[in-house]
């Protein structure tokens, strides 16, 4: 089991920046992609980023590509998200995710097999 826990989001203006955290607990020593996803109110959870375990390869959605970045500290059991130029339409909460397959880099909710409880990101205009 691993448990993951979110932090670092909060309320921004447009064009800010806010860096999230996850922090993994419990069997860190298996190697797991980890990926960033959000839930607007209304909407169906959405694929935001992916990191490799070794951080070696990254993919992002279109809608935050160039303004975003995943990254991850190994030592530190830490998977960070990186939010530049921020948007209202980015407002959500933020969910970090664990997933045990790690041939390679997936987008999909039910893919991933742990989830932490989700950081608020709200922008204002």
């Known amino acids: 089991q691993v448990q993951l826990v979110e932090s670092g989001g909060g309320l921004v203006q447009a064009g800010g920046s806010l860096r999230l955290s996850c922090v993994a607990s419990?069997?860190?020593?298996?190697?797991?992609?980890m990926g960033w996803f959000r839930q607007a109110p209304g909407k169906e959870r959405e694929f935001v980023a992916t990191?490799?375990?070794?951080?070696?390869?990254?993919a992002y959605a279109d809608s935050v590509k160039g303004r975003f970045a995943i990254s991850r500290d190994n030592a530190k059991n830490t998977v960070y998200l990186q939010m530049n130029s921020l948007k209202p339409e980015d407002t959500a909460v933020y969910y970090c995710?664990?997933?045990?397959?790690?041939?390679?880099?997936?987008?999909?909710?039910?893919?991933?097999?742990?989830w932490g409880q989700g950081t608020q990101v709200t922008v204002s205009s």
């Open positions: 990191i490799s375990w070794r951080g070696s390869s990254t």
């Open positions: 419990g069997r860190t020593s298996s190697s797991y992609n």
């Open positions: 995710a664990a997933d045990r397959e790690v041939i390679r880099l997936r987008t999909t909710v039910p893919q991933y097999d742990y």
